[in-house]
């Protein structure tokens, strides 16, 4: 929000709180949307988070901070009740939002806001729930993960449905490219394999799990085309 008055046109950013409905400030506009908030009010103090709708703008929150910043909402005004997801720039704190819940952790995405484009990847550790960033994403499908977490520090993997996109984890990092994987999304079930082409690092996949064990792989490709 920019100020209305000639003299000042400064920014700033302006949340109710839930609980008491007091005024949370932030004078110099950093509020990151989707971040847990302590009540500035000294007889409150309890925690909250906030997502704008982007259908109809209605402000979406939860007393307990149990929001993660990539889950599919369903927004909770009776004359919306649309689906979508959100997460944050780390680089610019853009909220950045999929009006039709596509996003899918661990998707490379390029910050909205035109004077970032910077891109970025997240991913939620299947031990603690806690997000991994990576700000340059160089986080590859697939790729042995080490938790962020000082408290955490497990590994896991986690690779795409290319018929679903829904995000399947493997908490004792034991996936192997290559190897058949049934979707965990119950409403999924399909098979499929990946293959990392060692040329140009981007994946091959087989949506009817077809690929036989050791025989040649062309890359799909344009650019490429290598063997492998």
């Known amino acids: 929000m920019t100020c209305a008055y000639e003299d000042c046109k400064r920014k700033f950013q ?3 709180c839930p609980h008491c409905s007091g005024a949370n400030i932030w ?6 949307e989707g971040s847990a908030v302590t009540c500035a009010t000294e007889k409150c103090k309890k925690k909250f988070q906030q997502v704008a ?4 703008s209605g402000s979406n929150r939860w007393k307990n901070p149990t929001y993660a910043q990539g889950d599919i909402v369903t927004c909770t005004f009776e ?6 997801q959100q997460v944050a720039c780390p680089h610019c704190s853009c909220s950045i939002t999929w009006r039709n819940a ?4 661990g998707d490379i995405v390029t910050c909205a806001r035109d004077t970032c484009k910077k891109t970025f990847q997240r991913m939620t550790c299947p031990h603690c ?4 960033l990576w700000r340059n994403a160089t986080c590859k499908d697939g790729a042995v993960v080490t938790c962020g977490n ?3 520090k497990r590994k896991f993997q986690r690779v795409k449905c290319p018929h679903c996109s829904h995000s399947n984890a493997w908490k004792n990092a034991d996936y192997k490219e290559g190897s058949i994987v049934t979707c965990a999304n119950e ?6 394999q990946r293959m990392t082409c060692p040329h140009c690092s981007r994946a091959n996949i087989w949506k009817n799990a077809d690929h036989e064990e050791g025989k040649p792989v062309t890359c799909v490709y344009e650019d490429c085309r290598k063997t492998f």
Do not use: G, I, L, W
């Open 27 to 32: 004078r110099d506009a950093n509020y990151k």
């Open 79 to 84: 004359n919306c009740k649309k689906k979508f």
């Open 53 to 56: 709708c982007p259908h109809c």
């Open 187 to 192: 409403n999924c079930k399909r098979k499929f």
């Open 102 to 105: 596509t996003y899918t952790q």
């Open 14 to 16: 302006h949340v109710s």
């Open 129 to 132: 729930s806690d997000m991994n």
């Open 150 to 152: 000082e408290n955490c």
